[in-house]
């Protein structure tokens, strides 16, 4: 990959992948049939369809249209292998919290990376609702076995000791099959998805500041969904229009619901030349479409109650502060050391790489912005490593844009689990 004269032209991105993930669990334990456009084909996604069949679940998927024949909340079978959750954490953590409240057993399984991610974080709250769930290795990480509990699950209170939208859906998730009310407070708000879905299904679901409530044994029913273009993936092209010379994109139909657009607010709080269009509601998400041109952009402290808004991008950010004036700080993102890698790490291992002067926090990092004074050319080319995480192989694709020489990636095919048309959709606007 090599460095471009300008971007230019009008892109669509894929649908998003946490609305993509929840509109085939919540369907498949609904009554009736949900439909879902927009859908992303991305292998992450494509994990959680596959859960769902082995558990008898009737889904058609034809490109971005999908059409799920939902059972009920009791309506999974037992499924007759292990279910194989791929490289998705989403996918593992949130069908525990229905898995725990099935009258089967089951076993949870992926690959290298998903065998390493913490999973204490739902057993903990899975045990106190009375659910039988034990890592296989004793380690807390997957596999995961999980068994019926006769006397069912419990409603509790917890107290979430971590902002995690996959904890607390996995929560919310098992409260719809306990006895009583299940309430889930966070440190911070993370993103809203489930709260907004499931209420849209039927679901008697509650809200007030970091704190959400769900009451059991609702009849859900069958919705039909559009699934906007995902945020995570628009933040790719948002910061390479900002830091590409001669640059001017149109990014239609994303998804800006608050929960998820902290990008946003930095990169704006940045200097960047980004403009929300044509703002509307689209299923019960705000959605927008986003107008960024080359910016003069300057560093930015990054901390506190924005980070979960903003974690899926902070790889992104950190590409955008390299091109920036001064330096950007980012704090109180250690759950970043959590991901499919520590992108702590592989962040500024990368960054290294390519020339810039950057270092890791205990909770996040430093980068010394336009540390190569070249012009343009803050970036060498360099090897990335990607350690296959798809987000960490985006990440430096956009850097190689500005960089001088050449750029290689060493699994390329790692954007496939959440953006498998990345590479068609930027070469469609690089005029090199
Ligand atoms: C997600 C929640 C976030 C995010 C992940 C998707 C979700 O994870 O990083 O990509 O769909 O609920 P955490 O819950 O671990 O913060």
């Known amino acids: 990959?090599?460095?471009?004269?300008?971007?230019?032209?009008?892109?669509?991105?894929?649908?998003?992948?946490?609305?993509?993930?929840?509109?085939?669990?919540?369907?498949?334990?609904?009554?009736?049939?949900?439909?879902?456009?927009?859908?992303?084909?991305?292998?992450?996604?494509?994990?959680?369809?596959?859960?769902?069949?082995?558990?008898?679940?009737?889904?058609?998927h034809e490109n971005e249209h999908v059409i799920i024949h939902g059972k009920g909340l009791h309506g999974l079978n037992a499924p007759l292998e292990t279910l194989d959750v791929g490289n998705s954490g989403t996918t593992t953590r949130l069908i525990s919290g229905i898995l725990s409240g099935q009258t089967f057993s089951s076993t949870l399984n992926g690959d290298a990376s998903i065998q390493a991610r913490p999973m204490k974080r739902i057993m903990t709250p899975l045990r106190l609702m009375g659910a039988d769930i034990v890592s296989e290795k004793n380690n807390d990480c997957?596999?995961?076995?999980?068994?019926?509990?006769?006397?069912?699950?419990?409603?509790?209170?917890?107290?979430?000791?971590?902002?995690?939208?996959?904890?607390?859906?996995?929560?919310?998730?098992?409260?719809?099959?306990?006895?009583?009310?299940?309430?889930?407070?966070?440190?911070?708000?993370?993103?809203?998805?489930?709260?907004?879905?499931?209420?849209g299904f039927g679901a008697d679901v509650t809200s007030k500041g970091t704190t959400a409530t769900i009451?059991?044994?609702?009849s859900l029913s069958g919705q039909k969904i559009f699934v906007p273009g995902d945020i995570s993936s628009a933040a790719y092209f948002i910061v390479a229009g900002a830091i590409c010379q001669h640059s001017d994109l149109l990014i239609e139909n994303v998804n800006t619901n608050p929960t998820r657009a902290g990008i946003i607010s930095v990169a704006l709080s940045m200097g960047a030349s980004l403009e929300l269009l044509n703002k509307r509601n689209v299923s019960g998400e705000e959605v927008c479409d986003l107008h960024v041109k080359t910016s003069d952009l300057h560093g930015c402290e990054i901390k506190g109650d924005i980070i979960p808004t903003l974690i899926?991008?902070?790889?992104?950010?950190?590409?955008?502060?390299?091109?920036?004036?001064?330096?950007?700080?980012?704090?109180?993102?250690?759950?970043?050391?959590?991901?499919?890698?520590?992108?702590?790490?592989t962040v500024i291992e990368n960054l290294k790489a390519m020339g810039v002067s950057c270092e890791a926090k205990e909770d996040g990092m430093i980068i010394h912005g336009q540390s190569n004074e070249k012009g343009h050319d803050f970036f060498y080319g360099a090897q990335i490593k990607t350690y296959m995480d798809h987000r960490i192989a985006m990440s430096f694709a956009i850097a190689s844009l500005c960089a001088t020489g050449e750029t290689t990636l060493d699994h390329p095919e790692c954007v496939d689990i959440s953006y498998p048309e990345f590479y068609k959709t930027l070469t469609s606007i690089s005029n090199k």
């Open 1 to 60: 990959m090599k460095k471009v004269n300008s971007l230019k032209g009008k892109i669509k991105v894929p649908g998003d992948k946490s609305i993509s993930h929840r509109g085939i669990m919540f369907g498949s334990i609904s009554e009736g049939i949900t439909e879902l456009d927009g859908f992303l084909n991305g292998a992450d996604c494509i994990s959680t369809m596959n859960c769902f069949k082995h558990m008898g679940i009737n889904i058609s």
């Open 142 to 199: 997957a596999p995961l076995l999980i068994s019926p509990v006769k006397q069912g699950l419990k409603g509790i209170h917890y107290d979430s000791p971590v902002a995690s939208a996959q904890v607390k859906s996995c929560i919310l998730l098992a409260g719809l099959y306990a006895d009583d009310k299940t309430t889930v407070t966070e440190p911070v708000l993370s993103r809203n998805h489930t709260e907004l879905m499931l209420r």
């Open 215 to 218: 009451a059991p044994n609702p």
């Open 312 to 345: 899926d991008e902070i790889p992104i950010i950190c590409v955008m502060a390299a091109c920036a004036k001064g330096d950007t700080i980012i704090s109180d993102a250690s759950e970043l050391k959590v991901k499919e890698s520590n992108r702590i790490d």
